[in-house]
């Protein structure tokens, strides 16, 4: 095939081009988009005239390289696409797993006895996506047992629980699992006592 494409492209010249079809007519037989029945009548002129082999050669190679970037930028857009698509699936994945986690931070907060909070310390905020809670205890708390609960400013239970609190690094924490998600959006007080002792209390709002 290489020695016939050789021979088509010096040995029939045709330096008036007669009968030769317009430019148009080899483009659609280069690109395949004439009909075989139609481009039929072409061929043999195609086979026995070396300046339309040769424009013929070179619209067909253009089609290729034109087809191979169309080609290219589909699997181009359709990577970009995937990529988009999996780096927002990791972004709402990794935004919900922080949502779901927070911290409880009482470690520099005053301790306050029975329902009252301290005024003048700002209230604390916790998601109620929140499904995993750590509490840093106030300083110099010990480990042990605790009890944990949430309750409305008028003193309606919210969410109530135990769990066990470990020292580390002279800092007492407690891992608790919470269900927030039906309580309502406002003030309320968070409370942690150790078992049959008074409660302390601190202000949190849910959002």
């Given at each position: 095939?290489?020695?016939?494409?050789?021979?088509?492209?010096?040995?029939?010249?045709?330096?008036?081009?007669?009968?030769?079809?317009?430019?148009?007519?080899?483009?659609?037989?280069?690109?395949?988009?004439?009909?075989?029945?139609?481009?039929?009548?072409?061929?043999?002129?195609?086979?026995?005239?070396?300046?339309?082999?040769?424009?013929?050669?070179?619209?067909?190679?253009?089609?290729?390289v034109r087809r191979k970037q169309t080609?290219?930028?589909?699997?181009?857009?359709?990577l970009i696409v995937a990529s988009l698509?999996?780096?927002?699936?990791?972004?709402?994945?990794?935004?919900?797993?922080?949502?779901q986690t927070a911290v409880l931070d009482?470690?520099?907060?005053?301790?306050?006895?029975?329902?009252?909070?301290?005024?003048?310390?700002?209230?604390?905020?916790?998601?109620?996506?929140?499904?995993?809670?750590?509490?840093?205890?106030?300083?110099?708390?010990?480990?042990?047992?605790?009890?944990?609960?949430?309750?409305?400013?008028?003193?309606?239970?919210?969410?109530?629980?135990?769990?066990?609190?470990?020292?580390?690094?002279?800092?007492?924490?407690?891992?608790?699992?919470?269900?927030?998600?039906?309580?309502?959006?406002?003030?309320?007080?968070?409370?942690?006592?150790?078992?049959?002792?008074?409660?302390?209390?601190?202000?949190?709002?849910?959002?």
């Amino acid at each position: 095939m290489d020695v016939l494409s050789r021979g088509l492209l010096k040995e029939y010249p045709n330096p008036d081009r007669v009968g030769c079809p317009g430019s148009d007519v080899l483009r659609r037989i280069a690109s395949r988009t004439m009909p075989l029945s139609e481009a039929d009548k072409w061929l043999d002129h195609l086979g026995s005239c070396s300046p339309c082999y040769r424009d013929f050669r070179q619209f067909q190679e253009a089609h290729r390289v034109r087809r191979k970037q169309t080609l290219l930028a589909i699997a181009a857009s359709v990577l970009i696409v995937a990529s988009l698509a999996g780096w927002a699936v990791f972004r709402n994945h990794k935004q919900s797993l922080i949502v779901q986690t927070a911290v409880l931070d009482l470690r520099n907060r005053s301790l306050s006895r029975g329902g009252e909070s301290n005024p003048v310390e700002p209230p604390l905020e916790i998601n109620r996506a929140v499904k995993h809670l750590t509490v840093y205890l106030p300083l110099g708390s010990a480990e042990g047992p605790y009890d944990m609960r949430i309750t409305t400013t008028e003193g309606s239970g919210v969410f109530a629980t135990s769990g066990v609190a470990s020292l580390k690094d002279g800092v007492s924490s407690i891992q608790v699992v919470v269900e927030l998600s039906s309580a309502p959006s406002g003030q309320c007080l968070f409370q942690v006592r150790r078992p049959d002792s008074d409660w302390h209390s601190y202000s949190v709002n849910l959002r």
